[in-house]
């Protein structure tokens, strides 16, 4: 049940966000294991200098195109599953969309299953 928001600069055509969704989603169900019905996305986009990223810090270079992507999960996964998801996806969005592996961050975030509702209220007990 990962939620996933989607950060990069303004002005990329929907095919290309449409794609960034779609090679993050297919990474999750390859390596995480995810069912393929659970997709919740969201992407945001801002406007040129409301993004600060330091081009060189730990990789890089970094350029424009950067995308910050942040996933919340319910449940943890190792640190192998971890790193072949990080290949996995830059490998994935580098072939559909041109995006340079350099260009993408990916942090993980976990909780408890009663930290979630779907919907109407209801728990996820």
Known sequence: MP???????????????????????????ETFGIPVGDRFHVIH???????????DYLGGPRSADYVLI???GGKPRDTVTKRRFYHVL?????????LDPEDVMIVIS?????????GGGRGNE
Do not use: C, N
């Open 110 to 118: 976990t909780t408890a299953p009663e930290d979630w509702s779907f």
């Open 70 to 72: 942040a996933i919340t």
């Open 3 to 29: 939620y996933a928001r989607i950060s990069l600069q303004r002005g990329k055509p929907t095919h290309y966000l449409r794609a960034l969704s779609q090679g993050l989603h297919d990474a999750l169900v």
């Open 45 to 55: 986009q801002h406007e040129p200098g409301e993004l600060f990223v330091d081009a």
């Open 90 to 98: 830059t490998q994935r969005l580098s072939a559909s969309i041109g």
